[in-house]
């Protein structure tokens, strides 16, 4: 059974930075492409970045592109998203998802697996 840890989470003056870490277990990790995705208070989930197996392709949704950089750690099993100059519009829970084989980067049913979520905080 895979599961799916977020770490890293928590308060930041805007303009900061956080990194947030997604461990895995259970799976063959190598075998899976990544995603991370965020959940503010009333609002939709929504698509933030993906990065393939091998790490050779990355995507992002346009708002955080050039802001956040969406990485992996085959050895250890961890996805990581390091995200710099943070907004007060970036502040939700921001929750990793596995997949095997996605083609539709920012649909959440490509994703077989969730983690709970880790919070994010972004004061101004």
């Known amino acids: 059974q895979v599961q799916l840890k977020e770490s890293g989470g928590g308060l930041v003056q805007a303009g900061g930075s956080l990194r947030l870490s997604c461990a895995a277990s259970?799976?063959?990790?190598?075998?899976?492409?990544m995603g991370w995705f965020r959940q503010a208070p009333g609002k939709d989930r929504e698509f933030v970045a993906a990065i393939s197996r091998r790490g050779g392709s990355t995507t992002y949704t346009r708002s955080v592109r050039g802001r956040f950089t969406i990485s992996r750690g085959n050895a250890k099993n961890t996805v990581y998203l390091q995200m710099n100059s943070l907004k007060r519009e970036d502040r939700a829970v921001y929750l990793c998802a596995e997949g095997s084989r996605i083609i539709g980067w920012g649909r959440r049913g490509e994703y077989a697996y969730w983690g709970l979520g880790n919070k994010v905080t972004v004061s101004s």
């Open positions: 259970g799976g063959t990790f190598g075998s899976y492409d």
